[in-house]
Structure formats: C-alpha cells, structure tokens
C-alpha cells in the first residue's frame, strides 16, 4: 500500500499558478503510475493529468492541456502538478492517485490509492 500526502492547494486569482505536491511513501516510488483528479462541488471527479511508471508520456485533459505540467521527482519520491493560467472553474478538491506500474490511466478505477485531497479555490 501506498501512502500519499498532497500539499499546495490555496486560494489564488483568476489568471495565477499554483504548484501541488504530493509525497509518496511505503512503496518503490519509481514503480508507480501517478496521477491527479479533482472533484468540485456536486460533481463528479474528474482526470486532470497522469504519468505512467516509467515517467514519461503525460496524459492530461483537454481542459487542462497546455496550462498544467505534471511532473516527478523519484529521489523525493513526490509528483508535483503545476498549474498556471487558473480558471475559476479549476476550483476543486484535488486528489494524487497511484498505480502500481500503471500506464497513466485516465480512469480513476485503475488506481489504488489516494490521497486526502487539497483544496485549490480560484477567484474570478
């Protein structure tokens, strides 16, 4: 089983970056598909972004692309989401999710283990 920890979430303006971590621990942490979702208010979760075992080919949502980087860093065993040019519809509960060695899957179902998830409120 895999422990994960995200941090970062706050309240930022329409138009600004935040950067969310996620810490991982109890597992090879280079073994594990990584992903991020999110869950706003009465809807519901949703795939932002993903990144297989290996680390590379990232998967994003059309919504997302070209404004959030997902990216990792095995010797800290996090994965971090980069997100600029946020939108008041960003706002949500944002959750890491991991795989082991998973393909970045979109699908939620694919992943056994979540975060607690951290609150990313943007402000139009």
């Known amino acids: 089983q895999v422990q994960l920890v995200e941090s970062g979430g706050g309240l930022v303006q329409a138009g600004g970056s935040l950067r969310l971590s996620c810490a991982a621990s109890?597992?090879?942490?280079?073994?594990?598909?990584t992903g991020w979702f999110r869950q706003a208010p009465g809807k519901e979760r949703e795939f932002v972004t993903a990144?297989?075992?290996?680390?590379?080919?990232?998967n994003y949502a059309g919504n997302v692309k070209g404004r959030f980087t997902i990216s990792r860093d095995n010797a800290k065993t996090t994965v971090y989401l980069q997100m600029n040019s946020l939108k008041p519809e960003d706002t949500a509960i944002y959750y890491c999710a991991a795989q082991f060695l998973g393909d970045g899957s979109s699908m939620a179902g694919n992943y056994d283990s979540w975060g607690q998830g951290t609150q990313v409120t943007v402000s139009s």
């Open positions: 109890g597992r090879t942490f280079s073994n594990l598909a």
């Open positions: 990144i297989n075992w290996r680390g590379d080919s990232p």
